[in-house]
């Protein structure tokens, strides 16, 4: 396996089609980019772990919406479907993620307008984002349509292999 290529693959989603909600990505195209993109989140964690105490990794999930979001459009409309469902679990992340750097920047009052108001916006949006999540996962694990559909033509393969 190329790693050179995959990170490209990651960088070009990042780069190029930032916010890119038209046409379609294959499915191993997807899937290699989570790959690199948990391998970058863990990366974040340990150097926030060393560095800063809980505002890196927010903010790294706050950088990566809307890539991710163009992606699990591009990657549900490679199978047929309408991308509101990424939408759903992009604005419900989005919320957790803001949740978190307020209740760290915050301080103790950000503590405190946490637990008075926050948690229970919290529990809400999390029960939200797991819903959607897990019904985007399922979606973008299904095989593409192998013929050209209303969001555009098969995508070309993908394949990392040197």
Known sequence: MDINKLWQNFLDTVTNHYFDLNGRVGLTQFWYFVLVQIAVAIGVTILQSIVLHGVLTNLFGLAMLLPNYGMATRR???????????????AAAA??????????????????????????LWLVVSIVALVAWIALIYFCAQPGQTEANAYGPVPPAFNPAK
Request: net charge neutral; charged share 5%.
């Open 95 to 120: 919320v957790l993620f803001l949740i978190g750097v307020v209740g760290i920047v915050g301080g103790l009052l950000g503590a405190i307008g946490f637990l008075l108001l926050f948690a229970t």
């Open 76 to 90: 549900l409309q490679d199978t047929g479907r309408n991308g509101t469902l990424a939408l759903v679990a992009t």
